[in-house]
Nanobody, 125 residues
Framework: QVQLVESGGGLVQAGGSLRLSCAAS????????MGWFRQTPEKEREFVAA????????YYGDSVDGRFIISRDNAKNTLYLRMNSLKPEDTGVYYC??????????????????WGQGTQVTVAS
């Protein structure tokens, strides 16, 4: 079993920045791809970014590409998401996830086995 706990969310003005963290426990996640998704009441859970186990490959959703940076520290069993130039449409609950036994595109929710509880990000205009 893997437990994922997100932190770092909050209220920020448009144009500002935040860094989200996702701490894993229960087992090491250093050998597995991980990702970030976000959700609002009006939308389904949306792909934000993903990273390979070695950090050699990163992937971004079209709406965040060029503004967000995903990274990981395998020694700390932690995933990060640096969010820059935030917009009101970035508002939502952000979830981290890890692909251990799953398969498929890292942009797909179904590829991930374990999810965190989420952290709220609110961007004020």
């Amino acid at each position: 079993q893997v437990q994922l706990v997100e932190s770092g969310g909050g209220l920020v003005q448009a144009g500002g920045s935040l860094r989200l963290s996702c701490a894993a426990s229960g087992r090491t996640v250093s050998n597995y791809a991980m990702g970030w998704f976000r959700q609002t009441p009006e939308k389904e859970r949306e792909f934000v970014a993903a990273i390979s186990y070695s950090s050699s490959s990163t992937y971004y959703g079209d709406s965040v590409d060029g503004r967000f940076i995903i990274s990981r520290d395998n020694a700390k069993n932690t995933l990060y998401l640096r969010m820059n130039s935030l917009k009101p449409e970035d508002t939502g609950v952000y979830y981290c996830a890890v692909q251990i036994d799953g398969s498929g595109s890292l942009a797909s929710r179904g590829a991930y086995d374990y999810w965190g509880q989420g952290t709220q990000v609110t961007v004020a205009s």
